[in-house]
DNA sequence: CTTTCGATGATCT
DNA sequence: GATCATCGAAAGG
């Protein structure tokens, strides 16, 4: 028997970010490959964890592999997962996954046919998924998430995060290299 | 193609 | 009162 891959969310949250590209993600067997993430990390200025624990960022300092949900602009919800140790307070944002199980779900969801828009951003994903503020503090690894790593490291682009203010010119937006799928181009 | 702007509510100062 | 890890529609080139 061989034992089923996992990513360690004990690493820092840069390498997470990394490593998910190319992971295929679901909840309730909807969802598909992870083609863009961001990290964000304890000492980081544009991380929601940056001056230490508070109601809204409490499960950024919870023990690593588990869900973090926060609601973005009053309106969407957007879904991290937290990385090292607990008390440290860091965590990768899901921004985008290539459709590729549930389709009829993610469309109905979000309320429009088109693929290449179900999930090609962070309030997108949660939609299509049907992530709540209820899957705050979940466990990745069991139902109702499903997370597999890619069987071969995929060629990843690097960038600079979106729609920060604080630590701009920090590289630590991850893409999959030649995936249609993201939310915005890397130049 | 690009930029701009309103929606909408929790969080923080 | 200001900010915000966004989205979608509208307006402009």
Redesign the pocket.
């Known amino acids: 028997m061989k034992r089923q891959a996992v990513i360690d969310f004990s690493a820092p949250s840069v390498d997470v970010a990394r490593r998910l590209i190319g992971a295929v993600l679901q909840v309730d067997g909807v969802g598909g490959r992870i083609v863009e993430t961001?990290a964000?990390d304890a000492d980081d200025p544009?991380?929601?964890?940056f001056?230490g624990p508070?109601?809204?960022?409490a499960t950024?300092f919870g023990p690593p592999g588990h869900a973090?949900v926060?609601?973005?602009?009053?309106?969407?919800w957007?879904l991290?997962f937290v990385c090292r140790e607990a008390g440290h307070g860091a965590?990768?944002?899901i921004?985008?996954l290539e459709p590729t199980d549930g389709l009829d779900r993610m469309r109905e969801r979000?309320?429009?046919d088109d693929v290449r828009?179900l999930c090609?951003?962070?309030?997108?994903?949660?939609?299509a998924l049907g992530i709540t503020r209820s899957h705050d503090g979940m466990r990745l690894d069991r139902p109702p998430f499903h997370l597999r790593p890619p069987a071969l490291p995929p060629g990843v682009l690097t960038g600079v995060?979106?729609?920060?203010?604080?630590a701009r010119d920090v590289p630590w937006r991850f893409g999959l290299s030649g995936s249609s799928f993201v939310?915005r181009r890397f130049s």
Do not use: W
Not at 46 to 49: D, E, L, R, V
Not at 70 to 76: C, D, E, K, V
Not at 161 to 166: C, E, L, Q, V
């Open positions: 961001e964000y544009a991380s929601h964890s001056g508070s109601t809204r960022n950024m973090y926060y609601r973005s602009y009053g309106i969407h957007c991290n965590g990768v944002l921004r985008a979000r309320g429009l828009l090609s951003g962070p309030g997108r994903v949660a939609q995060r979106i729609g920060i203010s604080k939310s």
